[in-house]
């Protein structure tokens, strides 16, 4: 073993960092690191395998210090190896994502998997706090035209390749750069912006790069779409990775990348199948206590066809989320340890994105605290919105959900830099948390009756339907229409949000799965160190050492429980 190992690991993790948003400085954008501010990524074919073989790098350094700790591992630290653990897994997950190309062979207008979807969600929420920022901004919308230029020549590569589209997904994405193409000065992303003081007259120079040269090339991959990717696009038979020549090897990385786990199509499938019978029982009891109704496909009918259970305008909506927001921050203290972090607001969905939007996300705050987390939902519409969803929504988007959980580890300035600002690498701990927030908030009493707790019933079937159409259509080869009636059929939501719900899941596979499996191991580190702590589990100890070390591969959250768990009875026993 080396003497500076120390030295080396502290090196690498900076090292990780700056190759991770040097390359996807939007995302750095968001989390308030502004040294990326003026840049965009290198989505060229070239750029991207260049990405993929910095990270290759990176994992054959692990290698050696993992080696030059072996064979005791004294040389490591239990935090040392978590670091190398979790950034080993990061790098095999971008590796994969890169050398698999499935964004230029899966065109879609999903907001973490479209290149175009992401400039138009993240470049507009810079913070132009000084004259720089502006400066930054400026420069990266004077570079946006080669970079849609860049994602039409990907596209039309991997059309030439034979690697076809789904229809779904290409005719999603031209409506999205229609909605764009078709927004006013006041209401376009890039120019309604918030310029500080003394800084308005460049909102002519930010409009003049709009009209000039950033919508001319968004148009032309606009046109592009409507040309050979329609005419060559799979049809709504062939919606599923598993049709492709190398689909199944396409579909198992996708589902190791969002999981974290060794689990099989076959395997996901199946807990999917499982939860949704166990849940039979609980629709029972819940739908008798409110309508009298015990039978669920009659509930269903019934949660969608009352339009009295439904919105009338879009402030209700508002209220109901602010409402539930306001509700769970007053109960935190009671379930999580005391920690400053950043404060949350509710955000409305911009109009030009609601057509292909969930019914909300999260977007985490800055990290220079000039920007706090927002709960961004949906309000359009209202009136085909379920009331009885969004209470459940509110607590898995904002607290104690991806609010809580992602402002917390952005606190954590005892972690690597680079563990302290995840999120969508790391689907299964952060979605598995969002979905264990939803529960835990029954728990924490917050749900305000039980009408409520059947939109919590209907999102976690809804959860439990992903693990069933996403290996329904990517590995057993389901079309749209029998996924979106399975769906329609296991959980109490609107055609609506399941039509694009699944054409989410078309246009990111295996990433819909994350959510149940990550779940479902929160829960069960839960129950294991209940049982093994007994009088000893503190329920605001245990939620503090899950959310204290950001956000992780699934195994990875193991040890760190069992650790704890061990420390715990250690320091207890007589």
Not at 21 to 50: I, S, V
Not at 206 to 222: G, K, S
Not at 343 to 358: H, K, L
Request: proline content about 4%; glycine content about 8%.
């Amino acid at each position: 073993m080396t003497e500076n190992i120390h030295q080396e690991l502290a090196n690498l993790n900076d090292e990780f960092f700056a190759h991770k948003h040097g390359r996807d400085p939007l995302t750095a954008t968001e989390l308030g690191l502004h040294a990326f501010d003026g840049e965009l990524p290198d989505l060229t074919r070239e750029g991207e395998r260049t990405t993929a073989q910095g990270y290759r790098a990176i994992q054959r350094r692990i290698e050696t210090l993992l080696g030059d700790a072996e064979p005791s591992g004294e040389g490591l630290t239990f935090t040392e190896r978590i670091n190398l653990e979790v950034m080993d897994a990061l790098a095999y997950g971008s590796v994969t994502e890169l050398e698999d190309e499935l964004w230029a062979r899966n065109i879609s207008a999903g907001g973490y998997v479209s290149p175009q979807a992401r400039i138009f969600q993240t470049v507009p929420a810079a913070v132009l706090a000084d004259a720089a920022g502006v400066e930054s901004y400026l420069e990266r919308l004077s570079q946006l035209p080669a970079l849609f230029l860049t994602i039409r020549d990907r596209y039309q590569q991997a059309d030439r390749q034979g690697h076809f589209s789904t229809a779904a997904g290409v005719h999603q994405a031209i409506a999205q750069l229609d909605g764009h193409l078709g927004l006013d000065d006041a209401h376009d992303l890039f120019i309604n912006v918030s310029l500080p003081t003394g800084f308005e007259g460049e909102r002519e120079r930010i409009r003049d790069l709009v009209h000039r040269e950033i919508r001319p090339a968004i148009a032309v991959v606009r046109d592009y779409l409507v040309g050979d990717p329609t005419t060559h696009a799979r049809g709504d038979e062939e919606v599923g990775l598993c049709v492709l020549g190398d689909g199944q090897e396409l579909y198992t990385r996708a589902l190791l990348r969002h999981t974290t786990t060794a689990m099989t199509p076959e395997e996901i499938h199946r807990l999917g199948l499982e939860t949704l019978a166990r849940l039979d029982e609980e629709w029972a009891e819940v739908g008798d206590r409110v309508f009298g109704i015990s039978d669920r496909r009659s509930l269903f009918d019934r949660l969608r066809g009352d339009q009295s259970l439904r919105f009338e305008n879009s402030s209700q909506i508002i209220e109901v989320v602010t409402r539930a927001l306001a509700t769970a921050e007053r109960a935190q203290p009671q379930w999580f340890p005391d920690r400053p972090i950043a404060r949350c607001v509710v955000e409305e969905i911009s109009t030009a994105e609601a057509e292909n939007a969930a019914l909300a996300y999260y977007r985490g705050p800055s990290d220079d605290g000039t920007r706090p987390g927002a709960h961004c939902v949906l309000t359009t519409v209202p009136t085909e919105r379920f009331r009885y969803e969004y209470e459940a929504l509110a607590f898995h988007e904002s607290v104690p959900g991806h609010h809580l959980q992602i402002a917390t580890a952005q606190t954590l300035t005892e972690l690597p830099a680079f563990r302290r600002y995840l999120d969508a690498e790391v689907s299964a701990f952060v979605e598995g948390w969002g979905l264990y927030a939803e529960r835990l908030a029954d728990e924490m009493g917050l749900y305000s009756g039980d009408l409520a707790r059947l939109g919590m019933l209907s999102f976690e079937a809804l959860r439990a339907s992903r693990c069933v159409v996403d290996t329904g259509m990517h590995h057993y080869g389901w079309s749209r229409q029998r996924a979106i009636e399975f769906m329609w059929e296991n959980s109490a939501t609107n055609m609506a949000n399941i039509t694009n719900e699944i054409d989410r899941y078309i246009g990111w596979p295996g990433q819909a799965t994350a959510y149940l499996v990550g779940r479902r191991e929160i829960g069960r580190l839960r129950k294991e160190a209940e049982r093994r702590l007994s009088s000893d589990f503190d329920i605001r100890d245990f939620h503090g050492v899950i959310l204290g070390q950001g956000a992780i591969p699934l195994g990875v959250a193991a040890s760190v429980v069992d650790a704890w768990v061990n420390n715990t009875a250690d320091r207890r026993r007589p």
